[in-house]
């Protein structure tokens, strides 16, 4: 993730720009020459990562990947933050910490700045915070900041610099059993269903039908149904429900084949802004759940789960 963070030092202005990632290595070739431009009046301390001017203005790079790596910028004060790729982030945690750094002159406005590709670990935070909040190119208040944000959609067309065909090529390439996350790549599209497995396969407007009230009778037995739990304590837990289809109609008139598979309902344990963050309950607190959950479709609970069920984090009273 690219983090830059703009601010002002006593008495003068101060340009800061903090390079945030697995590490400086990827980009440390193209630092010293980012601002090697003719009437440019910078120096560049590859040791420090720093651009200074001669107005007293600085360029600095730096890494944030982990809470302890905000020691380094602690009490510091910025007025500009700006971050590449911050959907590499699972939570806004470490962004939401660093605007506390935010803070200049009466007359110096403080800005944020943040760009991400949809399809990552913090694909969910940044939609739902930024992306479906508003109408693109429109400015809108995000109640937690109190500030005012615009949304501005862009992709790899709109980039005169590159080959675009070549690089639609290497896109295509990259993800070829992916389908979801090429389209989230080539259009720019949030509304994806990244890391859905079987994604290739899946399309809402086949497989989806309406929600059921009950489970449906096939000469006067009721289909089969089993559970399907994949366990998480602090990752999520998804238990299912599936009827299988002794091959009839279903409660919604439609004909549904022999043998298919209809997830009924579900329970799933995510917080409810973090969605690849559990609720930390226990093996005794879901399996509880999961029991209220099959008395309200009157059906047994018997199924399958994860074998990490049976670790001993599960529970201090014990597992399953």
Same mark, same amino acid.
């Given at each position: 993730?690219?983090?830059?963070?703009?601010?002002?030092?006593?008495?003068?202005?101060?340009?800061?720009?903090?390079?945030?990632?697995?590490?400086?290595?990827?980009?440390?070739?193209?630092?010293?020459?980012?601002?090697?431009?003719?009437?440019?009046?910078?120096?560049?301390?590859?040791?420090?990562?720093?651009?200074? /001017?001669?107005?007293?203005? +600085?360029?600095?790079?730096?890494?944030?990947?982990?809470?302890?790596?905000? =020691?380094?910028?602690?009490?510091?004060?910025?007025?500009?933050?700006?971050?590449?790729?911050? *959907?590499? /982030?699972?939570?806004?945690?470490?962004?939401?910490?660093?605007?506390?750094?935010?803070?200049? $002159?009466?007359?110096?406005?403080?800005?944020?700045?943040?760009?991400?590709?949809?399809?990552?670990?913090?694909?969910?935070?940044?939609?739902?915070?930024?992306? /479906?909040?508003?109408?693109?190119?429109?400015?809108?208040?995000?109640?937690?900041?109190?500030?005012?944000?615009?949304?501005? !959609?862009?992709?790899?067309?709109?980039?005169?610099?590159?080959?675009?065909?070549? +690089?639609?090529?290497?896109?295509?390439?990259?993800?070829?059993?992916?389908?979801?996350?090429?389209?989230?790549?080539?259009?720019?599209?949030?509304?994806?269903?990244?890391?859905?497995?079987?994604? =290739?396969?899946?399309?809402?407007?086949?497989?989806?039908?309406? $929600?059921?009230?009950?489970?449906?009778?096939?000469?006067?037995?009721?289909?089969?149904?089993?559970?399907?739990?994949? /366990?998480?304590?602090?990752? !999520? =837990?998804?238990?299912?429900?599936?009827?299988?289809? !002794?091959?009839?109609?279903?409660?919604?008139?439609?004909?549904?084949?022999?043998?298919?598979?209809?997830?009924?309902?579900?329970?799933?344990?995510?917080?409810?802004?973090?969605?690849?963050?559990?609720?930390?309950?226990?093996?005794?607190?879901?399996?509880?759940?999961?029991?209220?959950?099959?008395?309200?479709?009157?059906?047994?609970?018997?199924?399958?789960?994860?074998?990490?069920?049976?670790?001993?984090?599960?529970?201090?009273? *014990?597992?399953?």
């Amino acid at each position: 993730m690219l983090l830059f963070a703009a601010g002002f030092r006593t008495g003068k202005k101060g340009f800061s720009i903090a390079f945030s990632s697995h590490g400086l290595t990827g980009c440390a070739p193209i630092l010293p020459g980012c601002l090697d431009r003719p009437g440019t009046a910078a120096r560049y301390n590859g040791a420090e990562h720093v651009w200074r /001017f001669s107005n007293g203005a +600085y360029l600095e790079f730096g890494q944030l990947e982990t809470h302890s790596d905000y =020691s380094k910028y602690q009490g510091r004060s910025f007025t500009l933050l700006m971050a590449d790729e911050i *959907g590499q /982030f699972s939570t806004p945690d470490l962004l939401d910490i660093l605007r506390s750094n935010l803070r200049g $002159p009466k007359d110096v406005p403080i800005r944020v700045v943040l760009a991400a590709n949809p399809g990552g670990p913090g694909h969910h935070w940044i939609a739902k915070k930024y992306v /479906f909040t508003g109408i693109p190119w429109c400015p809108f208040l995000e109640p937690k900041s109190k500030r005012h944000w615009c949304y501005a !959609p862009s992709t790899f067309i709109g980039n005169q610099f590159i080959d675009i065909e070549q +690089y639609r090529n290497q896109l295509e390439s990259s993800c070829p059993s992916d389908p979801e996350l090429l389209r989230a790549w080539i259009d720019g599209d949030w509304t994806v269903s990244r890391g859905a497995y079987f994604a =290739s396969v899946l399309d809402e407007s086949r497989n989806c039908v309406d $929600p059921w009230d009950k489970i449906p009778e096939h000469y006067g037995k009721s289909w089969e149904t089993y559970l399907a739990h994949d /366990f998480g304590s602090s990752a !999520p =837990s998804a238990p299912y429900i599936f009827a299988k289809s !002794p091959g009839t109609n279903g409660p919604d008139g439609r004909y549904y084949s022999r043998d298919s598979l209809v997830i009924v309902d579900e329970l799933a344990t995510a917080k409810r802004d973090r969605q690849n963050e559990g609720l930390g309950w226990t093996v005794p607190i879901l399996s509880e759940e999961i029991i209220a959950m099959c008395k309200r479709w009157r059906i047994k609970p018997m199924g399958v789960a994860a074998d990490a069920i049976f670790s001993k984090s599960g529970s201090g009273a *014990g597992n399953c």
